[in-house]
Every structure is written in structure tokens, then in C-alpha cells.
């Protein structure tokens, strides 16, 4: 059975390649270094729930959207924040 903390790598990474992030980005975001957010997003350290708050202001969704799932915390994300896949390569809208 998958941890609750799985459940969070999974989404952070779907919202992650959604968004076009990679962890240097989101680390900033999270006031965390690339380090830091290689540790967590490999279960070598766990995510605070401090982290979960910066997480979900982040993305600009909810801290329960966080924790229903991927997708649905992916169907979350304001369209400012989505990637687009232009030509099979993805890019950032800027909005």
C-alpha cells in the first residue's frame, strides 16, 4: 500500500512536468534548494507540512487538492501556471 507521502511525491511531480518546473525552479519557489527538494521528492526527507503550504500557495491550489491525487491537483492549477507543449517541446505560458 503507498504512503500518503508517496501520494505527494506522485503529484509534486505531475504538478512539477505540468507547470515545466524542474526542482531548481520549485525549490526557489519553496524557498528550498535543488538539494532539498531532491531529498523529499526521492523519500530520502519528508515533506513539512510548512512545505505543503508553501506547496499548495505555490501552485496556487489547495492544500486538499494536494492530497486528492495528481490529476486532480493538476486540473487544479490556474491556466497562468500550465505548461504548453508546443511542437513536442513544452513551454511556459506567461500570462
Same mark, same amino acid.
Given at each position: 500500500?503507498?504512503?500518503?507521502?508517496?501520494?505527494?511525491?506522485?503529484?509534486?511531480?505531475?504538478?512539477?512536468?505540468a507547470t515545466g518546473e524542474?526542482?531548481?525552479?520549485?525549490?526557489?519557489?519553496?524557498?528550498?534548494?535543488?538539494?532539498?527538494?531532491?531529498?523529499?521528492?526521492?523519500?530520502q526527507a519528508s515533506w513539512?507540512?510548512?512545505?505543503?503550504?508553501?506547496? %499548495?500557495?505555490?501552485?496556487?491550489?489547495?492544500?486538499?487538492?494536494?492530497?486528492?491525487? %495528481?490529476?486532480? %491537483?493538476?486540473?487544479?492549477?490556474?491556466?497562468?501556471?500550465?505548461?504548453?507543449?508546443?511542437?513536442?517541446?513544452?513551454?511556459?505560458?506567461?500570462?
Amino acid at each position: 500500500m503507498s504512503s500518503t507521502e508517496q501520494h505527494l511525491r506522485v503529484t509534486v511531480a505531475a504538478l512539477m512536468y505540468a507547470t515545466g518546473e524542474d526542482q531548481r525552479t520549485l525549490g526557489e519557489g519553496l524557498r528550498l534548494s535543488q538539494a532539498q527538494v531532491s531529498r523529499k521528492q526521492s523519500g530520502q526527507a519528508s515533506w513539512s507540512l510548512t512545505d505543503v503550504d508553501r506547496l %499548495a500557495e505555490h501552485y496556487g491550489i489547495s492544500v486538499i487538492d494536494l492530497f486528492t491525487g %495528481a490529476d486532480h %491537483a493538476v486540473s487544479r492549477l490556474p491556466m497562468h501556471r500550465r505548461a504548453s507543449v508546443i511542437g513536442g517541446v513544452q513551454t511556459i505560458l506567461m500570462r
